[in-house]
């Protein structure tokens, strides 16, 4: 679960929201609306890491895309078959 705290509060007691955005990420707001989520290193490393993979994405070739798309999980992943199956539905 997310924190949503003002960003008057957070300059007040940013050591703390720094302890917080550790466990949880917390969202900071300015003017009641939310502006940035203050979240861990670990969390940010890891989010970037997953947008490099998907750019890299864009440079495989057509057979190499479609070797992709007829790929499937191994038996005892069978509910992220079903995922694939149903976004590629939703998309079409």
């Known amino acids: 679960m997310t924190s ?3 960003a008057a509060a957070v300059s007040k007691n940013f050591g703390a ?3 917080a955005a550790v466990r949880e990420p917390v969202i900071i707001t300015k003017n009641g609306r939310p502006r940035i989520v203050l ?3 670990e969390d940010y490393l ?3 890491r997953r947008d490099r993979r998907v750019e890299a994405t864009a440079e495989l070739s ?3 895309l479609a070797a992709v798309e007829k ?3 191994e038996p005892c992943l069978d509910h992220l078959n079903a995922e694939l199956l149903a976004d590629k539905q939703a998309a079409d």
């Open 46 to 48: 890891r989010l970037s």
């Open 17 to 19: 929201y720094q302890d």
């Open 62 to 64: 057509d057979a190499e």
């Open 71 to 73: 790929a499937e999980q």
């Open 4 to 6: 949503t705290v003002t």
């Open 39 to 41: 979240i861990a290193y």
